[in-house]
């Protein structure tokens, strides 16, 4: 996820809002997370740092630990469905849906599923965009898990909850590796729960 250097150095904490979570069993868990994960200078473009999680994926027993870790707090939530928000949100999504032994829906931008689609459009900073899931893929009584990898804005993860409420179903909360906290993504969510390892302020 590509983050602005210029007003804001990054800083690691852990927030008040996750500390109820974090056992301390888990802390050695997120010292690793914090070491592994690589900032990547200048891109997508000049000024801005990247907050790259592909280094995770390559330690087998440190994946595994971010998934459990991140599936957790919703393990006795009824969790039936957990939508994965494209792209890097399928790569921890279906890990904690194996964890929850729930379904594991995509969510991708327009024309990328093949089936019949319904969509919701939102607005960005600068223009729309979209995101489309299968019609039959969620349905009225579902218990929803929101999965992807870094909170920033909120407007994507907020566009998915939207999506998925227009069917019925329930979204329970949202689950992230990262959250960039001076964006303040949490609170286009709409107070629903909203659950992250990392803290960046």
């Known amino acids: 996820m590509p ?9 690691f904490h852990l927030s008040s ?36 999680v592909t280094p995770v994926l390559l330690d087998v027993k440190l994946f595994r630990r971010a998934a ?3 599936a957790e707090p919703y393990r006795d939530a009824g969790i039936t469905r957990v939508v994965a928000i494209e792209s890097r949100g399928f790569l921890f999504g279906a890990p904690i849906a194996l964890e929850l032994g729930a379904g594991l829906v995509p969510i991708r931008k327009p024309g990328k599923l093949p089936a019949a689609t319904q969509r919701v459009d939102y607005a960005l900073e600068y223009g729309t965009d979209a995101l489309e899931m299968h019609h039959d893929a969620v349905q009225a009584g579902d218990r929803v898990l929101v999965v992807d ?6 407007g994507t993860a907020n566009a998915a909850a939207q999506l998925v409420g227009g069917t019925g179903a329930a979204v329970v909360g949202f689950s992230f590796l990262i959250e960039l ?6 609170q286009r969510l709409q107070g629903r729960r909203v ?3 990392l ?3």
């Open 149 to 154: 990898d870094v909170l920033a804005t909120g």
């Open 17 to 52: 809002t996750c500390r109820g979570h974090l056992t301390s069993a888990k802390s050695p868990l997120i010292d690793e997370l914090k070491r592994t994960i690589r900032d990547v200078n200048n891109f997508p473009k000049p000024g801005i740092v990247f907050k790259d």
């Open 195 to 197: 659950e992250a390892l």
């Open 199 to 201: 803290h960046y302020a």
């Open 3 to 11: 983050v602005s250097t210029t007003s804001h150095g990054f800083k």
């Open 181 to 186: 906290d001076f964006l303040k993504g949490r």
């Open 68 to 70: 459990v870790a991140m």
